[in-house]
């Protein structure tokens, strides 16, 4: 081979390594998360000391008064639909903690009726919002509260607890409806949902996630049970792992979903070895964004009345009990079209 065609032959060898270099390096969508990149996350997407040393908030400060004022205008009719599933009392594979709700007088005597509820709300069956307080990475919550001075069992979470959210949620919301993106009924357990999902709902719905938002992921999860009855816990669909960056960027308040927001079990292209990281989308978001969590919302009904008017915001509301050492709490949150 003469040099001229050496020189030939190691340019095209050059262009075509270029060329297989650039999807990564031009920023196209890497499916691939290891234990480096979660650990390089929570460095730098941390939300830590963004409000303040003393924050318990969190992305609750993005929910600021103009944002507020601009939710209160996406309300037209009035029109309003709980995001909730109804207390689940019976036990099942899925729910291994059913709501109690036990009648302690029934009014007979002439008095008023009175019950007594009882739940462990935490796990995969209760709607609920998850606090600041719920989940550590190397025994520290966001901002840097460490779990053994702050979370006991004799003095409950006495920071980051959902007595932070007493004034309650009151900010756009956002639905992201995948199973309607994809043409299908429900997302089969287990299937990921990648930032190419989201940003082509975006595309197809006309909106554009923006600082503040309470977006809700909509799986199917319930019109599948409804189908096909109650499955194992551990095979559920949901946001894949390598979003985490676009979440950071997108500046969301709060996320929802019908599960606890990630897929489960892990697809094959996430290798991730610490513990405190078995739910990766769910625990970094808590732990370095400060993000509060609706988990197992029912987001059927919200999917059908959106639909109707090709309306995918709204206004969203949420209230949770006033648990001054809460780690969460039971929710009802209400969009209003």
Known sequence: MNKVAVIMFASLTLAVVTEQRLPSQTGSPSHVVNQADMDRWKVELSNWGRWGKDDQKGTLNLITAAKRKQAATLVKEGFPVSLSRDAATVKDIENSTPYEDVMIRDGSDRTSASDRISVQFHGLSHTHLDSLAH??????????YPRKDY??????????????????????????????????????????????????????????????????????????????????????????????????????????????LGVRPLPSTIQISNPDDDQPV?????????????????????????????????????????????????????AVF
């Open 282 to 334: 769910h625990n970094f978001v808590l732990y370095a964004l400060g993000m509060p969590l609706f988990d197992d919302c029912d987001l059927t009904a919200v999917s059908a009345a959106a639909a109707a008017r090709k309306r995918w915001e709204f206004l969203l509301t949420a209230a949770p009990l006033a648990l001054r050492t809460g780690t969460g709490s039971p929710i009802n949150p209400i």
């Open 151 to 260: 979370v006991t069992m004799q003095g409950g979470a006495a920071k980051n607890s959902i007595i932070n959210i007493k004034d309650g949620v009151f900010t756009r919301g956002i639905l992201m409806d995948i199973p309607r993106l994809k043409g299908v009924e429900y997302l089969e357990p287990g299937t990921p949902i990648y930032v190419e999902d989201l940003e082509a709902w975006e595309k197809q719905s006309g909106i554009k996630v923006s600082a503040g938002d309470a977006v809700f992921i909509r799986t199917g999860r319930w019109v599948r049970r409804a189908k096909l009855g109650p499955w194992e816990t551990s095979k559920q669909a949901g946001l894949d792992p390598s979003v985490i960056p676009w979440l950071k960027k997108h500046d969301i308040a709060l996320l929802g979903s019908e599960a606890a």
């Open 135 to 144: 989940h550590f990475v190397d025994d520290k919550m966001y901002n840097g």
